[in-house]
């Protein structure tokens, strides 16, 4: 008998033991949802389950090959071309996940000669792709361009090509990059900025562009998306100039040796980006809601994390206890997740608000927040 495998067990102990120990929930639908990326809930809108099915019924559920083999389908072409126009470029390339995206973009854009300069609470995914990639990384101080001016300024002429990545709407807490100042940055010391619009897409700018898209910004981003969020679908896209779609094409290993995004979801995605054209209104509610849950949070005395977007963070302090509140929600039909180390560095309650939540169910949220948090003191 081998025992090679012993040590996972042991592993999984020590995770228990430092309350990091995770499993997936099931969730009901019947349940108060405060912790979806679906902000527009488009994810149940009858249009997109219909593009899906149509897509479905012509095309099979299956892309069936690699986008550059076999399995290249009309929809994909007009998906990318939907993408291009929402962010403003000339091109977009559509890949199987956000995650697959910003893995593949990084390790084909610098290699082992360059540097790429990354936010500490950047996404996992970005940190993956820059580890794949084999380039000197070094982090800089969440969201501090001091730091990175600091950093590029001692290692910048040391690389060849430099690449500085950064999520745009951070995942965790809800705040923004400064984008405006870390594209100085990169024009000052010659740098490829790329930046992730998972929760910015949809949500940011006046057509639901993205936080890129509601600057007036003249410097070339990679932009990177997902279409698993605000778009309800699954997927993941970059946008950028043809000649970055061109190279991505023929260097971007998660695109070339994988199988094209499926029939459903492509169309699905599709049929989102229209919707987000033609109903502003998705977005206002968004934003009225985030508004109405900030002005209840703070009659009723609860600190929230500074945030600038549709994620706010409840700093709750004690791992057990933000568990025990995220529990007591539960108990109360309210799916609000306790987020905590590894995932973050210190334990909170994470809400997101979608544009489909009435004042009502914010305000229940917050009552029984309020209950939790005194019981449990
Ligand atoms: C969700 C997320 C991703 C991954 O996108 P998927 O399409 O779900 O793989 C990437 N970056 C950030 C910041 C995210 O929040």
Redesign the pocket.
């Given at each position: 008998m081998s025992n090679s495998y012993d040590w996972i067990n042991k592993a999984i102990a020590t995770i228990e033991k430092a309350n990091w120990y995770r499993t997936p929930q099931i969730v009901d639908p019947s349940m108060l949802m405060f912790a979806s990326?679906n902000y527009l809930g488009l994810a149940q809108d009858q249009r997109l389950i219909d593009a899906a099915i149509a897509a479905t019924q012509k095309y099979g559920t299956g892309a069936t090959g690699s986008r550059l083999v076999s399995g290249h389908l009309e929809i994909h072409d007009q998906l990318e071309q939907s993408i291009a126009k929402l962010k403003g470029t000339e091109s977009a390339l559509v890949f199987s996940?956000?995650?697959?995206?910003?893995l593949g973009t990084i390790s084909a854009l610098v290699g082992a000669r360059d540097l790429i300069l990354s936010d500490a609470y950047?996404?996992?995914?970005?940190k993956q792709g820059a580890i794949l990639s084999g380039a000197k990384v070094i982090e800089y101080s969440h969201n501090s361009h001091e730091d990175l001016s600091q950093k590029l300024k001692a290692n910048r002429n040391k690389h060849r090509r430099c690449l500085i990545t950064t999520?745009t709407?951070?995942?965790m807490d809800g705040d923004i990059c400064p984008l405006k100042a870390i594209v100085d940055l990169a024009e000052q010391y010659d740098c490829m900025v790329l930046v992730?619009e998972?929760?910015g897409t949809g949500v940011f700018g006046d057509r639901g562009g993205g936080v890129v898209s509601s600057l007036n910004i003249n410097y070339p981003i990679v932009q990177?998306g997902?279409?698993?969020?605000a778009l309800g679908s699954?997927?993941?896209f970059v946008a950028g100039s043809t000649k970055l779609i061109t190279f991505l094409k023929n260097r971007a290993s998660t695109w070339i040796y994988t199988t094209g995004l499926s029939p459903a979801d492509t169309a699905a995605a599709l049929k989102a980006l229209e919707i987000l054209q033609t109903e502003p209104q998705l977005r206002q509610n968004l934003w009225h809601n985030v508004k109405l849950l900030k002005n209840i949070l703070l009659e009723a005395d609860i600190a929230i994390l500074p945030s600038s977007s549709q994620i706010l963070a409840i700093k709750i302090g004690d791992i057990k206890k933000t568990l025990a509140i995220s529990k007591y929600l539960k108990t109360q039909n309210i799916f609000a997740p306790a987020i905590r180390p590894p995932t973050v560095p210190s334990p909170r309650i994470r809400l997101t608000l979608m544009s489909t939540h009435t004042p009502d169910q914010i305000q229940t949220l917050v009552t029984n927040l309020k209950t939790a948090i005194h019981q449990l003191d």
């Open positions: 990326n996940s956000g995650y697959l995206a910003n950047n996404h996992s995914c970005l999520d709407v951070f995942s992730d998972a929760h990177v997902t279409l698993s969020k699954l997927g993941g």
